[in-house]
């Protein structure tokens, strides 16, 4: 069973600085892998896909990579502004019933002015 | 605009009632979802949808139906069979399953 997992739980960090955020997974048989950035009480907004065959996607101050082999993808936020605040959550798509996704529980994300 | 319209945005239930969920897109995409969010939790697929007249259970699919009679509407109803249906609803949508996915802004979903 596909399991994902986002380490730390929460972090908070000054403006201005660059951060990483983790996500593995157990099983690297997937189709491919979304990052997503959740605000309070709203929907989820899609930041990244990267599809399994590819290593990283650049959006603005924000990369994210893929090591399909470890079962690992990381988030790059770039110059971090308070206006990053939000949960962030990975998920990956399964190759067996190809319609899933499979979420972690997400990194609670607090930028410091 | 494009996107994907839930409502109600807040909708109490009581106990034996049966209340449903509504999700419309106007994305022309094919595949629709229906996931719920507790705290401190990942989302938990309910029911998927592929394709229109067609759907699938997802992981915790008990307590809810579904149907989809039109590509852009894709309801979601909470039985009273549920016994723990306090939660917040998320729909989604893509144009397949190799593509992005596309989340409406939820329903939050209170039994009193």
């Known amino acids: 069973k596909q399991e994902v997992t986002q380490i730390p739980a929460a972090l908070s960090v000054p403006e201005g600085e660059n951060l990483v955020l983790n996500c593995s997974f157990t099983?690297?048989?997937?189709?491919?892998l979304q990052w997503f950035r959740q605000d309070p009480g709203k929907g989820l907004t899609s930041l990244l896909l990267?599809?399994?065959?590819?290593r990283e996607q650049t959006s603005g101050r924000l990369n994210a990579s893929l090591d399909k082999s470890s079962g690992r993808s990381t988030l790059y936020i770039a110059a971090s502004q308070p206006g990053d605040s939000a949960t962030y959550l990975c998920?990956?798509?399964?190759?067996?019933?190809?319609?899933?996704?499979?979420f972690g529980q997400g990194t609670r994300l607090t930028i410091n002015p | 605009d494009g996107g994907i319209t839930q409502s109600p945005k807040y909708l109490f239930r009581k106990e034996g009632q049966n209340v449903t969920l509504s999700c419309e897109q106007n994305?022309?995409?094919?595949?629709m979802y229906w996931y719920r969010q507790d705290p401190g939790q990942g989302l938990r697929l309910i029911y998927y949808?592929?394709?229109?007249?067609?759907?699938q259970k997802g992981d915790i699919a008990e307590g809810y139906s579904v149907s989809r009679e039109k590509k852009e509407s894709f309801p979601l109803t909470v039985t009273s069979a549920q016994k723990n249906p306090t939660a917040f609803y998320l729909c989604?949508?893509?144009?397949?399953?190799?593509?992005?996915?596309?989340f409406g802004e939820g329903s939050w979903l209170t039994v009193v």
């Open positions: 949808s592929q394709i229109v007249n067609d759907f």
């Open positions: 994305l022309n995409h094919d595949a």
């Open positions: 099983d690297s048989a997937i189709y491919n």
């Open positions: 989604a949508s893509s144009v397949g399953a190799g593509n992005t996915i596309y």
């Open positions: 998920a990956v798509r399964l190759i067996q019933g190809a319609q899933k996704l499979v």
């Open positions: 990267i599809q399994s065959s590819q």
